[in-house]
């Protein structure tokens, strides 16, 4: 679906919606009297009624039902579905059952998630509970209770708890397309929340991008099992979510990404932790919404790579990337979540991502992995009232995953924390120590019994069996026995190692290799 399609799809629906909507005063006259049941059965009643318009469903008017949600407490008993009583209208103070209900006659994809969330704040919530509370609506009543409701009660709230006077009743009711927001109705909006604190939003859209084989895909994929588990993320709390990596670029290979990830955490990645294979077009509708049909409402959803979801436009075009960007917009409104882009950087590394500057203006948070001569670190690019700019590095270690039908091993890796060149540990300082990692250094030159890919090493690091490393250190202990030569140099090996200077590992076949840590 093109960009102008799209666009004509919204104003089309924004016109339906906006010739549905009554006056306000139309809209307060349709609102159940307060001295009426809930669901009156006089069809009669109703037929004089003119329905309340329905709002469409768009941040503006669910932040405006957020709004006007906080001002009502949840913590009430569950009622029987009406929200006031008696001849002056007053909250009957057993309203939560209708407050559901008012938000499930929205129709609203986010509606349900919304009004849980709210709901939650009460000591009386269960999942079993809400859910029978929603299940329970009759969008077929007669006479159901709308979201009017909602704002009549909020504002009812506004003048007990508040000391402003006179405030319209409009306040909180659903208006046009357009909303004048005072600095007081901005304070009441909910405060932004984060899936990965000072770093990504809970919803939004945002990007990790960088040159090929920098390491992204990785460094994604161990972002989005942290999220999925609500771990630290390189000392970023994460907030647990369900996360759907879609993998349009070395599919392959993720079952071993996967069993790497696993072997070097010692645990399985969380059930809410799903990977989609099939390919997906951010630029076709249908891909879109069949997408989000199967997408947990609230997901961090992977999208690796962005190339690969938009193959035939052109990114460096306005048009196209408008179109991509309307995508992902699309599918995380549809999904009330966060979607992240795995994308490319240029030719030039130091312009950014590839493609039109409109989709970083776009992202409400951004990731760049680098990769030089010193190693990988990843920065925060971009970030919503968070600390942007901060580079922090990072190694990928290799891992054996099993073995193929020749009998080799299967490898992949995993990102693991590095330290950066502030925190290099020092080289040792005495004459012993200084001289046997001086023969490691120089046996390794020589590139005699070298193997990269090592278990547990960085990505091509040059390791060496330690056997080869003893016997190199002995050649050089001149002033030590002959006899001991041997034991003096496997001793200062496992000194090096013990403080941070050589790394060590053992691979399946029971050998020994060392390597010199960056």
Same mark, same amino acid.
């Given at each position: ?5 799209? &666009? ?21 006259? @349709?609102? $159940?009297? @307060? ?32 709004? /006007? ?9 569950? *009622? ?11 909250? !009957? ?20 998630? #919304? ?22 609506? !009759? ?27 006179? =405030? ?10 357009? =909303? ?44 989005? @099992? ?19 990596? &879609? ?16 072997? %070097? ?33 609230? /997901? &961090? ?11 035939? %436009? ?27 882009? $795995?994308?490319?950087? +240029? ?14 203006? /776009?992202?409400?948070? =951004? ?21 942007? *700019? ?6 990928? &270690?290799?891992?054996?995953? +099993? ?8 490898? %992949? ?25 001086? =023969? ?37 202990? #001149?002033?030590?026995?002959? !006899? ?35």
């Amino acid at each position: 679906m093109s960009s102008n399609q799209y &666009v004509t799809l919204v104003m089309l629906r924004d016109l339906v919606s906006e010739l549905t909507k009554e006056r306000i005063s139309t809209m307060q006259q @349709a609102f $159940v009297p @307060a001295n009426q049941p809930l669901f009156q059965s006089n069809r009669s009643s109703l037929s004089r009624q003119p329905a309340p318009s329905i709002p469409f469903e768009n941040s503006t008017e669910v932040a405006k039902l957020q709004s /006007a949600l906080a001002t009502i407490s949840s913590d009430v008993p569950r *009622g029987d579905g009406s929200m006031f009583t008696g001849p002056t209208g007053n909250p !009957n103070g057993s309203y939560w059952l209708g407050v559901v209900w008012a938000v499930a006659s929205l129709g609203w994809i986010s509606g349900k998630q #919304v009004v849980r969330e709210w709901s939650q704040k009460s000591m009386r919530y269960t999942d079993s509970g809400f859910d029978k509370a929603w299940s329970d609506f !009759n969008a077929n009543h007669p006479n159901p209770v709308g979201v009017g409701s909602i704002y009549k009660l909020a504002q009812s709230f506004v003048h007990t708890t508040s000391s402003a006077k006179n =405030a319209p009743v409009e306040e909180f009711l659903p208006s046009g397309k357009y =909303a004048l927001l005072s600095a007081a109705d901005v304070m009441r909006l909910p405060a932004p929340t984060w899936r990965v604190k000072r770093l990504l939003p809970d919803k939004g859209l945002a990007a990790i991008y960088g040159p090929s084989a920098s390491g992204k895909s990785f460094l994604a994929f161990d972002l989005g @099992a942290c999220i999925a588990e609500g771990q630290l993320w390189f000392g970023h709390q994460a907030i647990a979510a369900p996360v759907v990596y &879609v993998m349009l670029e070395g599919e392959a290979g993720v079952k071993k990404r996967l069993m790497a990830w696993e072997k %070097s955490r010692g645990r399985s990645l969380p059930a809410i932790f799903s990977t989609v294979l099939q390919s997906v077009h951010l630029t076709d509708e249908h891909d879109v919404l069949s997408l989000a049909d199967v997408v947990p409402k609230g /997901a &961090v959803i992977f999208i690796d790579t962005l190339n690969r979801a938009a193959p035939t %436009s052109d990114e460096n075009s306005s048009k196209d990337m408008g179109a991509i960007i309307e995508g992902a917009n699309m599918l995380r409104q549809l999904t009330d979540g966060l979607v992240v882009l $795995v994308h490319h950087t +240029g030719k030039d590394t130091t312009q950014g991502m590839r493609g039109h500057s409109s989709l970083f203006a /776009a992202l409400d948070g =951004a990731i760049e992995v680098r990769r030089n001569s010193t190693g990988r670190t990843w920065t925060v690019a971009k970030t919503k009232d968070g600390e942007d *700019g901060k580079a922090t590095p990072f190694q990928l &270690v290799v891992h054996d995953v +099993g073995t193929d039908t020749d009998g080799e091993f299967i490898t %992949s890796c995993t990102v693991e924390a590095a330290n950066s060149a502030i925190f290099v540990k020092a080289p040792p300082s005495h004459a012993g120590p200084k001289s046997t990692l001086k =023969a490691i250094a120089d046996l390794i030159a020589t590139g005699v019994g070298l193997m990269a890919g090592i278990n547990g090493a960085p990505v091509q690091v040059r390791c060496i069996k330690v056997d080869d490393a003893v016997t190199a250190v002995a050649a050089t202990l #001149v002033a030590v026995k002959s !006899n001991k030569r041997t034991y003096t140099a496997r001793r200062r090996i496992e000194s090096l190692t013990n403080s941070g200077h050589l790394g060590g590992s053992i691979d399946k076949t029971g050998d020994s290799w060392c390597w010199i840590k960056p």
